[in-house]
């Protein structure tokens, strides 16, 4: 017999063997603090500041201003049909931006809805448009910056696990994350990638931005679990509870579940916040939501919670609010306007890197249909090539 | 009535839901929002949360839920949201639902549909443009329908409601409001495991299904053939008759899909038509099919697809010989 099975008799922690009542572990019975720092009123306590210069401090707050300025300008052009299905990350942004800027260039980072980190790493806002666009080279340009998007729910946590545990085994001075939502964590996949890195002990970070809801569904009936940051308690790993409105909370968490998992200390995070936008332009969340609920939280907005902060702080004059939008817009502009330039491509390019050498009957099938367009320019009347949307 | 593909959905399962009392309806954002292709809508309104429920975001629940549930004696009827979101719950309709009868000698079974939008062509993100219903076809005890008139929608997936066998119900998601068409009221039942001869012809047997049915019937308007188009309707169990007799008449035939070529089900077809009439083939039978590549990402899908040119080539070459 093992030790473990050995052990299952009593509990571990007390040696009790409960004197042959039965006892219920209850989620009642666990209190879950949610570490905040600026309060929705601005207020906070100065000893809890994390230690960020005044740089740092404007930085968190330009970043959030981008984020919200760039899911802006991608909801319009989408609307103008420029643009594919997109997901807008307004109302997020503290969670976003003060998660994201306690990573180093070394730490790969796969998000579920988070575009701006890839800013923040040095990936462009064209290449955000372009991905957006369904165009390929968007992911590429992310990979090259050891960041990628996933679109299918919670498959890409057993992935970030994977990751690292390559750097596990090459003990490297970084770690892996993942951004998963509110509904990921309903997903097998997800399970089984946070606990593979609890069982290896990897360094593997795992944020849940709690956005409320998964398309139409609200957290309450996505799971029966009081919060998701129990959950992690399950699998054997640490977790923290943090108010997803409140960037420097966010920063403050992140940062220091980051330092565990540089340990092989495996951790979950759970960011409370709000997607105050629909799903994807495709959805219509007046189906399934009240507007109060939704005015409740336009009125806690994240970027104004940090403003009152900034203020507080004397450092609100340091920051010209147009001209950093202005900015902003800029880029965005410019972005576009080298998105819309791109070249049309080549039709290879649909055969191109399915492999590393494309297999014969590939070749064949791409000669074929090469010779078919030639054939038959027809063809074209059925083909529209999309880059502007 | 005239309806789309979408609304025959819905009309399917008001029907089936009046009908049966067991008839549950559940998957990601089928109540509340009525799914979102609008394919439930009202079902909760008029059926109730017990009866329409919206699940946590978790595929392997839903498949293997409706498993379960079914083993019990209910009839669920759960929504894939996407296609290319049923591969995580692979391992429910292989390891589970499709062999539940076998496995316990008829003592129980699995009386489930599972119904999901496939195929490429709206400008989705990735991993929501997939055919595989090759994939699905290969699982044995497993049913594999694909509807391509809003007639057929109904009648077929009434019947997969009924059916006593697990049946994945594909909706081409393409023609989801693109075609309007006369759908009988009432109850309507089209048995599945039949084909469709949707156009009688001497020249050439073209089979199609799902969404490549409109762009085979253009191809042949366009070339102006005197083919004889097959609707397969079920890929699994396949309507073997039905083809064969067709290319014993025509001697010739041309499978369109838009799944990918290789292992795909004009690979079986081609068998078929190999074992049972082979000496009647005046040429080798053409495939019209996607790629042997993902789908591409929006900007590039429409090269993937058979489109009508591509069709009436592949006809054409058939044709030729």
Redesign the interface.
Known sequence: MSDRASDIRVSPATGDDGGGEVRYLSQADLEVPTHQIVAPDGSYDDEAIPDLDDEELLDLYRWMVTDRVFSRRMVNIQRRGEL??FGSTRGQEASIIGSAFTLTPDDWLYVGRAWTPMFMRGASMEDMILFW????EGQEAFAKVNAQIA?????HLPLVSGIAWGMHLDDADAIATAYLGD??T????AHEGINLASSVGLPALFYCQNNQY????PYE???GANTIAQKALAYGIDAIRVDGQDVLAVYDAVSSAREKVLQGEPVFVESVTYRLDAHTT???PT??RADEEVDHWESHDPIERYREFLKSEGLWAEIDHDAIVDEIETEFDEALAAANAMEE?A?A???EY?YDELPP??VR??DE?ED?LE??P??Y???????KG | MQATIVQAVNDALHGEMERDDRVVVFGEDVAESGGVFRATDDLLEEFGNKRVVDTPLSEIAIVGGAAGMAMYGYRPVAEIQFSGFLPPAFDQLVTNASRIRWRTRGELSAPMVVRMPYGAGVRALEHHSESLEGAYGHIPGLKVVIPSTPADTKGLLTAAIRDPDPVLFMEPKRIYRSIRAEVPEGEHEVPIGEAAVRREGEDVTVVAWGSMMPPTLEAVDEGDIDAEVIDLRTISPMDTETIVESVKKTGRCVVVHEGPRTLGVGSEIVARINDEALMYLESPVERVTGFDTPVPLLSMEDFYFPHPPRVLDGIEAALAE
Do not use: C, H, N, W
């Not at chain 1, 666009?133 to 390929?136: A, C, H, M, N, V």
């Not at chain 1, 998964?214 to 569904?217: E, F, K, L, T």
């Open positions: 594919g299905t666009r369904g165009i390929e679109i299918s729910i919670g498959s509904g990921a309903s997903t097998g996949a998964a398309i139409s569904m009936k996505q799971s495709s959805d219509d189906r399934y491509r039709v390019e649909m055969f399915v009957e590939l099938q791409l249909f078919l054939r038959r027809e063809m009347d059925f083909i529209e090539q999309r880059p």
